[in-house]
């Protein structure tokens, strides 16, 4: 477990939930991982992730669904990619990430309350 910290750090992670709207292979990546451009709603609009989350998912199941991000981290030059958001997931008993996701679907752009 990690240090305790301040609600008032907790609410400075902005983490907001999105629709996948594109994904595709990202093969300059040192490890195996996609590109996603993500729907945040009309405050933050469109961002771009790179994630690494290649042996669970494909690119045609990801585009429709609904993932959370921290959305105000700075950008980050991963390769020739620019990836704007921190998709959020978990490691599974093998180390592969599975996506945190809300089980029901709520507007793009809701905060993590």
Do not use: C
């Not at 469109?46 to 959370?68: C, F, N």
């Amino acid at each position: 477990m990690s240090a305790t910290i301040a609600w008032d750090d907790f609410e400075k992670v902005d983490i907001r939930t999105g629709t996948i709207v594109a994904a595709e292979q990202f093969p300059e990546a040192r490890k195996p991982a996609f590109k996603l451009r993500i729907d945040f709603g009309p405050e933050i609009g469109e961002k771009k992730s790179s994630a690494q989350i290649t042996v669970h998912y494909t690119p045609e199941g990801l585009v429709g669904r609904q993932v959370m991000a921290v959305v105000n981290f700075p950008p980050r030059q991963i390769g020739p990619f620019m990836s704007e958001v921190l998709t959020l997931g978990f490691a599974d008993a093998n180390g592969d990430i599975v996506l945190a996701a809300v089980d029901k679907m709520v507007p793009n752009g809701a905060r993590l309350m």
